[in-house]
């Protein structure tokens, strides 16, 4: 037992000791050096098939290149970056309530079984008797209530990078945001595949229409920090049966 306990010890302090070297600091940025977004901005693709240019297209005015007046600047390869537009209004309210009773009563009676009620009248105490030799009786209720209640509104624009293009065209995206404000570091996350034809001309993209779409948006920091309990607490919710 001693030993179990030395070894808790150690390792809350040295849980301990990664947090304490946090106290009175800022909460660090994640360096964006690494990824998927910078691999995919980094490194150019390889081109699916080989498309001779043809010769009218030097002289001609009205060009379809990305680049030219009319041409279409909408995110389509990897590397593009768009505009994920998040604004998240929802409410919802359910409730419901269930009630069920059930009563039962039953009385049997043992006055002339062969005499045996007057017999046992005689050894009983006065006032005693074996006319109701069997009374039982037996009820039950049960009522339950509940109710959910829930309302979100978040609205915030955060900038993706296309990461991959599946062979039907599918655009594979990710998008990472960090802002700090004194003391709290709030960050933005959001992936998922959307379709071309769903970006609008301003090259920006609902989050309804993107699918298998994970947005998350927390922080960490001093009050994120003191909004979580401690780390006992949490083990002793798990570990306690009741």
Do not use: K
């Not at 594979?172 to 959001?190: A, D, K, S, Y």
């Amino acid at each position: 037992m001693t030993r179990f306990l030395l070894y808790f010890c150690v390792s809350l302090a040295l849980v301990s000791c990664g947090r304490l070297s946090e106290v009175g600091q800022v909460p660090d940025f994640n360096t964006p050096t690494a990824g998927n977004e910078v691999f995919a901005m980094s490194v150019a693709p390889l081109p699916e098939d080989r498309v001779a240019a043809a010769r009218h297209e030097g002289a001609s005015l009205w060009t379809a290149g990305r680049r030219s007046l009319l041409g279409d600047r909408r995110a389509g390869a990897r590397g593009d970056i768009l505009t994920v537009v998040i604004e998240i209004d929802e409410s919802a309210e359910i409730s419901n309530s269930s009630e069920r009773s059930r009563s039962g009563s039953e009385q049997m009676g043992v006055s002339g079984l062969f005499g045996l009620p007057e017999l046992a009248d005689r050894e009983l105490p006065d006032g005693a008797s074996m006319s109701g030799a069997v009374d039982t009786g037996s009820s039950s209720r049960y009522a339950g209530d509940g109710a959910v209640r829930r309302n979100e509104e978040l609205q915030l624009r955060i900038a993706a990078t296309v990461t991959d293009v599946l062979q039907n065209g599918v655009l594979r995206i990710e998008g990472t945001q960090e802002v700090r404000v004194n003391h709290e570091l709030r960050e933005l996350l959001v992936s998922g595949y959307v379709r071309p034809e769903d970006i609008s001309r301003q090259n920006e993209i609902a989050y309804d229409r993107i699918a298998a779409a994970r947005i998350s948006y927390g922080g960490r920091g001093q009050i994120s920090d003191v909004q979580q309990p401690r780390y006992g607490q949490q083990i002793t919710d798990i570990l306690l049966p009741f």
